[in-house]
């Protein structure tokens, strides 16, 4: 978030309620208030949360609570104290916080209030329908519109060298390839006309993201309202009825919005573009950071690449250029050297706070012999980038280690801190009960990506570039952008 935002955010509320204060009680973590009223630390934060909670830490400990913006948020920093508090379910609820900002987000009507009864558990419950079993047909669907995608506009031309933007590129296929996966084609056609148009209207919408999420109201932030709009008319009722080979997933969620009479076409319109987010918002510069740091380690892309035509090989695939590939569901999973370079590139790129709010006042259990006092409404925060960035857990933790995830040819799942193993230590998909449904099926895509990225191109990196860094504008929300794009070439192998 901006430090800009942030004032104003502050400002806002400060206009909004009242001032009060609040005095640290027995068992309560240290309070830091900052000195301006209200505000709090919100500026700090903003600038760099990462570092901000960083240097609290040496200050105050594993744990403290801090006034942001307005409310009480207590950082549990060390990792492992985790399993403790993810346990807690009952007293510390996420959708509270999520269903509130959700909604004003992406301009559906909020879901908890007693207008749809149901919707939010049969909602949740549809989230099976990215898991288990029915991950199978869509790997498979996803595989074959990422050939489509690829095949089209990229396997085409023999010959030399070209450039490309990285993250345009793995944007605009990995955009493209998941919506025909989630939602279907037109029934005429394999692929959707005006799909540039929409990639750029999500575009302009997912850089306004931080700031709705952060509750900026929408007519402040010029064009995005409009530019929502038509994101959201893209998904209404009778468009989406014309499109065939529908995943399941999404099927079942028009189904059961069209149960509730008090949704408009709108509405329904509204959560699809809402799961559009989901699927490609966190995924896409998930692809870019994996495809860039392989390509920037050659070693590493050699190791990768090799281990994909072992397999093509044991499984008496005849690979050839010309010819398209399928990979399985069971085969992507072999792929372990691969699956350790995303890991790894998700552990240095993700930056996702885990929230919950606590349902009453109660001690919270930190360790055998630790627990903090809370109150009714408080934040608590995990901010897992601080353990991916441990040096004590990953050693030269700022380095792009393509195999850190393995040892001995197997995956590797011991990892220290104070000489205790850790339960959590890579945590980009969130946590417990509210942990991302979609995480199979984005490691699978991101590894059908870069399985067709290996088996079809030479890549190199352009020289005298500066390298890719994080813009930590979204920094507690997901996996963060670059900074800037990156060139690169690419040319279709001889094989
Ligand atoms: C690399 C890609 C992805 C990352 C890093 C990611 C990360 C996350 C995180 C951190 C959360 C919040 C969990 C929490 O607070 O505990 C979340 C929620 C969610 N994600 Fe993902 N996600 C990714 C891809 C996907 C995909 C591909 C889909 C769907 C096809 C998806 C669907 C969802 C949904 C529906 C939720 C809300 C769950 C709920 O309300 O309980 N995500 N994701
Ligand atoms: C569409 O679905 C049908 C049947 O469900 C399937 O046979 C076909 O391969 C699918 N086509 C595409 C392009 O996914
Ligand atoms: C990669 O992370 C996922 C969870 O995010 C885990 O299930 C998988 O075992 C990990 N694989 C490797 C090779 O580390």
């Known amino acids: 978030m901006s430090p800009l935002l942030l004032l104003l955010l502050g400002l806002l509320s400060l206009v909004l309620c009242v001032l009060r204060g609040r005095k640290r009680r027995a068992g309560e973590p240290p309070l830091i208030k900052g000195w301006i009223p209200y505000v709090g630390k919100a500026l700090e934060f903003g600038k760099d949360a990462h570092k901000f909670l960083e240097e609290h830490k040496k200050k105050y400990g594993d744990v403290f609570t801090v006034r942001i913006a307005g409310k009480y948020m207590t950082f549990i920093t060390d990792p492992l104290m985790y399993p403790n508090i993810i346990k807690q379910g009952r007293q510390l609820d996420f959708h509270e916080f999520s269903d509130k900002v959700a909604p004003v987000t992406f301009g559906y009507p909020p879901v908890i209030n007693g207008k749809y009864p149901g919707l939010s558990e049969q909602v949740k419950r549809s989230f099976n329908l990215l898991q288990g079993d029915k991950l199978t047909p869509l790997t498979e669907s996803m595989m074959g519109n990422l050939m489509?995608?690829?095949?089209?506009?990229?396997?085409?031309?023999?010959?030399?060298?070209?450039?490309?933007?990285?993250?345009?590129?793995?944007?605009?296929?990995?955009?493209?390839?998941?919506?025909?996966?989630?939602?279907?084609?037109?029934?005429?056609?394999?692929?959707?006309?005006?799909?540039?148009?929409?990639?750029?209207?999500?575009?302009?919408?997912?850089?306004?993201?931080?700031?709705?999420?952060?509750?900026?109201?929408?007519?402040?932030?010029?064009?995005?309202?409009?530019?929502?709009?038509?994101?959201?008319?893209?998904?209404?009722?009778?468009?989406?009825?014309?499109?065939?080979?529908t995943s399941q997933f999404i099927k079942r969620r028009s189904e059961l919005f069209e149960q509730y009479d008090a949704l408009r076409d709108v509405d329904k319109a509204a959560h699809h573009f809402a799961m559009l987010w989901a699927s490609v918002g966190n995924t896409a510069p998930a692809t870019f950071w994996a495809m860039y740091y392989l390509v920037s380690h050659p070693e590493a892309l050699q190791v990768v690449r090799q281990e994909l035509h072992d397999l093509l090989t044991l499984s008496g695939v005849d690979f050839s250029s010309d010819k398209d590939v399928m990979l399985s569901r069971e085969q992507l999973e072999k792929l372990l050297y691969l699956?350790?370079?995303?890991?790894?590139?998700?552990?240095?790129?993700?930056?996702?706070?885990?929230?919950?709010?606590?349902?009453?006042?109660?001690?919270?259990?930190?360790?055998?012999?630790?627990?903090?006092?809370?109150?009714?409404g408080d934040i608590i925060a995990l901010y897992?980038?601080?353990?991916?960035?441990?040096?004590?857990?990953?050693?030269?933790?700022?380095?792009?280690?393509?195999?850190?995830?393995?040892?001995?040819?197997?995956?590797?799942?011991?990892?220290?801190?104070?000489?205790?193993?850790?339960?959590?230590?890579?945590?980009?998909?969130?946590?417990?009960?509210?942990?991302?449904?979609?995480?199979?099926?984005?490691?699978?895509?991101?590894?059908?990506?870069?399985?067709?990225?290996?088996?079809?191109?030479?890549?190199?990196?352009?020289?005298?570039?500066?390298?890719?860094?994080?813009?930590?504008?979204?920094?507690g929300l997901g996996v963060l952008l670059p900074n800037n794009d990156v060139h690169f070439r690419y040319r279709l192998r001889k094989v």
């Open 148 to 245: 489509l995608v690829f095949r089209q506009d990229h396997l085409q031309e023999e010959g030399g060298w070209k450039i490309g933007n990285m993250f345009e590129f793995c944007f605009s296929i990995m955009f493209e390839a998941t919506f025909l996966t989630m939602y279907g084609r037109p029934l005429s056609t394999r692929r959707h006309s005006g799909m540039d148009v929409l990639m750029d209207h999500f575009i302009k919408f997912d850089t306004m993201f931080p700031l709705l999420i952060a509750q900026i109201p929408i007519r402040l932030l010029g064009r995005t309202k409009a530019i929502r709009e038509k994101l959201i008319n893209y998904f209404l009722p009778n468009k989406m009825s014309c499109w065939s080979n």
């Open 384 to 475: 897992p980038q601080i353990m991916h960035l441990d040096p004590e857990i990953y050693e030269d933790p700022e380095t792009f280690r393509f195999d850190r995830y393995m040892q001995d040819g197997t995956v590797k799942t011991e990892f220290y801190k104070d000489g205790q193993k850790l339960k959590y230590y890579l945590m980009p998909f969130g946590s417990g009960s509210t942990m991302c449904p979609g995480r199979h099926f984005a490691l699978n895509e991101i590894k059908q990506f870069l399985c067709l990225l290996l088996l079809y191109f030479d890549l190199e990196l352009e020289e005298g570039q500066t390298r890719a860094t994080l813009d930590p504008s979204r920094a």
């Open 339 to 376: 699956e350790s370079s995303i890991n790894e590139s998700l552990r240095l790129s993700s930056s996702s706070m885990n929230i919950r709010v606590a349902q009453e006042d109660f001690s919270l259990r930190l360790d055998a012999e630790r627990s903090a006092s809370v109150r009714k």
